[in-house]
């Protein structure tokens, strides 16, 4: 054994940092790269990147209002975030959390104005249940289509999240509206008593605390249980996965309705924690951000939780950059558009250094020979 | 397309680093005008790194390139073209929905940008007449035979106007009598002058037949070159191998006629993977301690065979059985029945590249305790104990245990799917292609465990496209062509002659 392992005569401790700092070094370089090139975007525009990112920090971070407003933007972004994480384990790459977002909202507020009456947990349970089963149904599906129909999930989701944004119009527009909503169609608003309030001390509403306990649980899921080590086997190959007689077509599905579900769970928290009722306000772009969120973290759900608060920050700031630089609050999408593109092109950077593979520290006749 | 004699190439201290690691150290290798010379090495020797010099693909650390004796500079494939030098690779470069004739004119390095169809042809036509061999240039590709599509690549090299090739591995995808035949032509034509020839190969017997010189490599070095008339194939081996031990084969245990038929096919159908045709074994039974062997041409169904056997493929019709009862490949019935899987390429197709060797290697019982219990929760400790005592049992190096398992070498990489595949009790193995591009010493040992297996009471369905391998391990052996099995010999009556036509479908 001696030969074998310890016998670069690094601390395993050390092998064991530098193998995870490469997903934590690359999206930060990553990150920085997309942030430097946004200054080019500023200054071609005529105004000051220091300042900018000096108005951005204080919109986002500066102060304990700000702070509380980034957390209360983080909230969705985490569940969002997790819809496409957890299918990506898989291999798949889901882009329509925004229609399970908009279901579970709708679902969830439907639920709740027709058990008005009911003891406020059961009816927010029951929203809960009801949004998660929306979004799980219809993200469940695209992995059904996927498994089944070899339909690719990516375009698939993207154009059910497009069906579903056209089904909640016509809901909150039709047979689910509330008469005395007007100029903006809503569904009835909620009761004061089934609405979620906020964690003691903060002016952040609960859904934090589920979102963060959401990308506990799916991290435990993937890390120490056996469906998630049988998806991340059918996630790095399918066949090979085929070969060892695991049932990938429920684990594709099991996994893409669990994650549907918690992006159904984010509309649910927008509707009971924000809004009071569904409308088109639900299709706000959360999950969007949410699937840079996701990238940005290496599809690692712990990773998720702090860029759900820095993507947070971002967004909460673009009130602020408008006030202050006289720019456009969609500024701010410019921003996040240019650190994707940056990310996507980091991913060819995975390997490359050696800094990160302890196996090439030393022993070079043990490290596979080229030619 | 102009009238070229054969040229001569010598490379001079051909040396090529790549980091720290020297894949070629100053090789020199004569390859004389009209000679036909062959390159041996096991996989990584640096064969591939010295061709790729030679050709203009990488740029070597120090050490220089003689054409018919004059130094050259070769920055690039271009380069390399232009004094005539080509390459045919070991698999297909051909466009299969194109024609022959419409491959050989797209490959022209300038194209019309409208091509005179008639004149093409006409043109063609008096190209044909000096060929040795012929072909017929209208039909698509996707139609020829393999033997023709590597002749078909021999010409367009011809017709480009190069007059010094390097075939890689060329009659890995043949059957013995069409490699014998393509091999036959293009030693006629370095014999007559035309042409002179580097074939990199694996096969002695090949080398021994065709080739006037041999040189060898190992480790990047250069360890041997001579007359192949002066050399025998042991002789050569050891060029090839330096003095590492080589795995003996277990001594075959009788065959037991009467064991219980562990695996039984009854006319099974199941569709191809054109979706056209499909695949139909009407009765095939593997006995407990026997090795049947299914041979055939790349392409001819055993993939479709192995998926269905595997579970990645539905079938229409038929059965399988497993110890009697039906199974279809769920983890379930392969873990009650005993039944394992070594597909081929183990990396692409019974690995996950990025997860560790250890995980790797826990595959088949992540999912239960030492008593074979189901349990939900994973236990990292026990997945690294069990692996690290397999990495050890069955010699995976491997520079750790957390190292993702697309970093081992070809040999390794199979040494741990077989560690992962062989441990436990093992009814029924299922293995294909199991040796393809590994090296000496990992043949010999993988065959080992291969009739360890067997001598311990597995029933072995064995499908190669090697049919050394077969005949070495197999108790019968099979022929799959088109689809189906169309022989069957036990191997004391096996001949390479009778097998080869039947795999070539002359029955």
Same mark, same amino acid.
């Given at each position: 054994?001696? =030969?074998?392992?310890?016998?670069?005569?690094?601390?395993?401790?050390?092998?064991?940092?530098?193998?995870?700092?490469?997903a934590?070094?690359?999206?930060?370089? +990553?990150?920085?790269?997309?942030?430097?090139?946004?200054?080019?975007?500023?200054? +071609?525009?005529?105004?000051?990147?220091?300042?900018?990112?000096?108005?951005?920090?204080?919109?986002?971070?500066?102060?304990?209002?700000?702070?509380?407003? &980034?957390?209360?933007?983080?909230?969705?972004?985490?569940?969002?975030?997790?819809?496409?994480?957890?299918?990506?384990?898989?291999?798949?790459?889901?882009?329509?959390?925004?229609?399970?977002?908009?279901?579970? *909202?709708?679902?969830?507020?439907?639920?709740?104005?027709?058990?008005?009456?009911?003891?406020?947990?059961?009816?927010?349970?029951?929203?809960?249940?009801?949004?998660?089963? +929306?979004?799980?149904?219809?993200?469940?599906?695209?992995?059904?289509?996927?498994?089944?129909?070899?339909?690719?999930?990516?375009?698939?989701?993207?154009?059910?999240?497009?069906?579903?944004?056209?089904?909640?119009?016509?809901?909150?527009?039709?047979?689910?509206?509330?008469?005395?909503?007007?100029?903006?169609?809503?569904?009835?608003?909620?009761?004061?008593?089934?609405?979620?309030?906020?964690?003691?001390?903060?002016?952040?509403?609960?859904?934090?605390?589920?979102?963060?306990?959401?990308?506990?649980?799916?991290?435990?899921?993937?890390?120490?249980?056996?469906?998630?080590? =049988?998806?991340?086997?059918?996630?790095?190959?399918?066949?090979?996965?085929?070969?060892?007689?695991?049932a990938?077509?429920?684990?594709?599905?099991?996994?893409?309705?669990?994650?549907?579900?918690?992006?159904?769970?984010?509309?649910?928290?927008?509707?009971? +924690?924000?809004?009071?009722?569904?409308?088109?306000?639900?299709?706000? *772009?959360? *999950?969007?951000?949410?699937?840079?969120?996701?990238?940005?973290?290496?599809?690692?759900?712990?990773?998720?939780?702090?860029?759900?608060?820095?993507?947070g920050?971002?967004?909460? &700031?673009?009130?602020?950059?408008?006030?202050?630089?006289?720019?456009?609050?969609?500024?701010?999408?410019?921003?996040?558009?240019?650190?994707?593109?940056?990310?996507?092109?980091?991913?060819?950077?995975?390997?490359?250094?050696?800094?990160?593979?302890?196996?090439?520290?030393?022993?070079?006749?043990?490290?596979?020979?080229?030619? | 397309?102009?009238e070229?004699k054969?040229v001569?190439v010598?490379?001079?201290?051909?040396?090529?680093?790549?980091?720290?690691?020297?894949?070629?150290?100053a090789?020199?290798?004569?390859?004389?005008?009209?000679?036909?010379?062959?390159?041996?090495?096991?996989?990584?020797?640096?064969?591939?790194?010295?061709?790729?010099?030679?050709?203009?693909?990488?740029?070597?650390?120090?050490?220089?390139?003689?054409?018919?004796?004059?130094?050259?500079?070769?920055?690039?494939?271009?380069?390399?073209?232009?004094?005539?030098?080509?390459?045919?690779?070991?698999?297909?470069?051909l466009?299969? /929905?194109?024609?022959?004739?419409e491959?050989?004119?797209?490959?022209?390095?300038?194209?019309?940008?409208?091509?005179d169809?008639?004149?093409?042809?006409?043109?063609?036509?008096?190209?044909?007449?000096?060929?040795?061999?012929?072909?017929p240039?209208?039909?698509?590709?996707?139609?020829?035979?393999?033997g023709?599509?590597q002749?078909?690549?021999?010409?367009?090299?011809?017709?480009?106007?190069?007059?010094?090739?390097?075939?890689?591995?060329?009659?890995?995808?043949?059957?013995?009598?069409?490699?014998?035949?393509?091999?036959?032509?293009?030693?006629?034509?370095?014999?007559?002058?035309?042409?002179?020839?580097?074939?990199?190969?694996?096969?002695?017997?090949?080398?021994?037949?065709?080739?006037?010189?041999?040189?060898?490599?190992?480790?990047?070095?250069?360890?041997?070159?001579?007359?192949?008339?002066?050399?025998?194939?042991?002789?050569?081996?050891?060029m090839?191998?330096?003095?590492?031990?080589?795995?003996?084969?277990?001594?075959?245990?009788?065959?037991?006629?009467?064991?219980?038929?562990?695996?039984?096919v009854? /006319?099974?159908?199941?569709?191809?993977?054109?979706?056209?045709?499909?695949?139909?074994?009407?009765?095939?039974?593997?006995?407990?301690?026997?090795?049947?062997?299914?041979?055939?041409?790349?392409?001819?169904?055993?993939?479709?065979?192995?998926?269905?056997?595997?579970?990645?493929?539905?079938?229409d019709?038929?059965?399988?059985?497993?110890?009697?009862?039906?199974?279809?490949?769920?983890?379930?019935?392969?873990?009650?029945?005993?039944?394992?899987?070594?597909?081929?390429?183990?990396?692409?197709?019974?690995?996950?590249?990025?997860?560790?060797?250890?995980?790797?290697? /826990?595959?088949?019982?992540?999912?239960?305790?030492?008593?074979?219990?189901?349990?939900?929760?994973?236990?990292?400790?026990?997945?690294?104990?069990?692996?690290?005592?397999?990495?050890?049992?069955?010699?995976?190096?491997?520079? /750790?245990l957390?190292?993702?398992?697309?970093?081992?070498?070809?040999?390794?990489?199979?040494?741990?799917?077989?560690?992962?595949?062989?441990?436990?009790?093992?009814?029924?193995?299922?293995?294909?292609?199991?040796?393809?591009?590994?090296?000496?010493?990992?043949?010999?040992?993988?065959?080992?465990?291969?009739?360890?297996?067997?001598?311990?009471?597995?029933?072995?369905?064995?499908?190669?496209?090697?049919?050394?391998?077969?005949?070495?391990?197999?108790?019968?052996?099979?022929?799959?062509?088109?689809?189906?099995?169309?022989?069957?010999?036990?191997?004391?009556?096996?001949?390479?002659?009778?097998?080869?036509?039947?795999?070539?479908?002359?029955?």
């Amino acid at each position: 054994m001696p =030969a074998l392992f310890g016998a670069r005569g690094y601390p395993p401790a050390l092998e064991w940092i530098a193998r995870r700092a490469e997903a934590f070094v690359i999206p930060l370089v +990553a990150l920085i790269v997309g942030m430097a090139l946004f200054s080019l975007f500023i200054l +071609a525009v005529g105004k000051s990147p220091i300042l900018l990112y000096e108005t951005m920090w204080r919109g986002g971070f500066g102060s304990w209002f700000s702070v509380q407003n &980034s957390l209360s933007r983080a909230a969705p972004l985490l569940l969002a975030a997790l819809c496409v994480a957890l299918p990506a384990r898989l291999g798949l790459v889901v882009i329509g959390g925004e229609g399970a977002i908009v279901l579970g *909202g709708v679902g969830a507020a439907a639920i709740g104005v027709a058990l008005s009456g009911a003891p406020s947990f059961v009816v927010i349970l029951a929203m809960g249940v009801a949004g998660m089963a +929306a979004g799980g149904i219809w993200i469940g599906a695209v992995g059904a289509l996927r498994h089944y129909r070899a339909v690719n999930e990516t375009i698939s989701s993207l154009l059910m999240a497009y069906i579903a944004i056209a089904l909640m119009n016509q809901l909150v527009e039709g047979p689910l509206r509330d008469p005395a909503s007007l100029n903006k169609p809503s569904t009835q608003p909620l009761a004061d008593i089934y609405r979620i309030g906020n964690i003691p001390g903060m002016d952040v509403h609960w859904g934090l605390v589920v979102g963060v306990v959401a990308c506990i649980l799916s991290w435990v899921l993937i890390e120490k249980t056996r469906w998630g080590f =049988a998806a991340r086997i059918a996630g790095g190959n399918v066949r090979a996965a085929q070969v060892q007689g695991l049932a990938v077509g429920p684990l594709i599905v099991g996994f893409t309705a669990l994650a549907g579900g918690f992006a159904g769970l984010a509309g649910m928290l927008e509707v009971a +924690a924000v809004q009071g009722s569904a409308n088109a306000s639900l299709a706000a *772009g959360y *999950g969007y951000t949410g699937i840079l969120v996701a990238f940005l973290a290496r599809h690692n759900p712990l990773a998720i939780i702090p860029v759900a608060i820095l993507l947070g920050g971002i967004d909460a &700031s673009g009130g602020l950059i408008q006030r202050r630089l006289d720019l456009p609050d969609a500024t701010v999408l410019v921003l996040q558009g240019m650190i994707f593109i940056v990310i996507l092109f980091s991913e060819t950077f995975y390997g490359r250094f050696k800094a990160f593979n302890p196996d090439l520290w030393k022993r070079p006749d043990l490290a596979r020979g080229a030619a | 397309m102009s009238e070229r004699k054969a040229v001569g190439v010598e490379t001079i201290g051909m040396t090529m680093r790549f980091g720290g690691f020297t894949a070629l150290d100053a090789v020199s290798v004569k390859v004389p005008a009209g000679s036909f010379h062959a390159l041996l090495g096991e996989n990584g020797a640096g064969k591939s790194t010295l061709v790729k010099c030679m050709m203009g693909f990488y740029h070597p650390t120090s050490g220089d390139m003689l054409v018919d004796g004059r130094e050259v500079k070769i920055a690039s494939p271009k380069d390399a073209s232009a004094l005539g030098l080509g390459m045919v690779y070991q698999h297909f470069t051909l466009v299969p /929905s194109l024609t022959g004739a419409e491959n050989l004119v797209i490959s022209r390095e300038k194209v019309p940008g409208i091509i005179d169809w008639r004149k093409e042809r006409g043109d063609l036509g008096v190209f044909m007449e000096r060929m040795p061999f012929k072909l017929p240039l209208d039909v698509k590709v996707a139609e020829l035979a393999a033997g023709e599509k590597q002749k078909l690549e021999i010409i367009k090299q011809l017709y480009l106007g190069r007059s010094f090739l390097v075939l890689d591995e060329p009659t890995s995808v043949l059957t013995p009598g069409e490699a014998q035949e393509v091999l036959g032509l293009v030693r006629d034509m370095t014999k007559a002058g035309d042409l002179t020839v580097l074939m990199i190969s694996h096969k002695f017997h090949e080398v021994t037949a065709f080739a006037d010189d041999v040189s060898v490599l190992r480790k990047g070095k250069l360890t041997g070159t001579g007359r192949v008339a002066d050399l025998d194939h042991k002789a050569m081996a050891a060029m090839m191998i330096g003095d590492q031990p080589i795995a003996a084969l277990d001594s075959r245990a009788a065959p037991k006629p009467d064991a219980e038929i562990v695996l039984k096919v009854k /006319s099974l159908k199941a569709p191809d993977r054109t979706g056209l045709k499909s695949i139909r074994i009407e009765d095939l039974g593997v006995r407990s301690g026997e090795i049947v062997g299914i041979a055939g041409i790349s392409g001819n169904g055993q993939k479709e065979f192995l998926e269905v056997l595997a579970g990645q493929r539905p079938r229409d019709a038929g059965e399988v059985l497993v110890r009697g009862s039906a199974y279809a490949a769920t983890r379930a019935e392969a873990r009650a029945l005993h039944v394992r899987l070594i597909p081929e390429e183990p990396l692409k197709n019974a690995c996950a590249p990025k997860m560790t060797v250890a995980e790797n290697i /826990s595959f088949r019982t992540f999912d239960i305790d030492g008593n074979g219990r189901p349990i939900s929760w994973i236990s990292a400790g026990a997945i690294r104990a069990f692996s690290a005592r397999l990495v050890e049992q069955f010699k995976v190096k491997t520079a /750790s245990l957390s190292s993702p398992i697309a970093s081992l070498s070809g040999g390794n990489v199979q040494r741990a799917v077989l560690a992962r595949e062989l441990t436990g009790e093992v009814d029924l193995l299922i293995v294909s292609n199991p040796c393809f591009g590994l090296d000496f010493s990992a043949v010999a040992e993988i065959r080992a465990r291969i009739m360890k297996a067997r001598n311990a009471g597995a029933a072995v369905l064995l499908m190669s496209e090697d049919l050394d391998e077969l005949l070495e391990l197999s108790d019968r052996i099979f022929v799959m062509s088109d689809g189906a099995l169309v022989y069957e010999t036990p191997i004391a009556q096996a001949s390479v002659q009778t097998i080869g036509e039947h795999m070539a479908g002359h029955h």
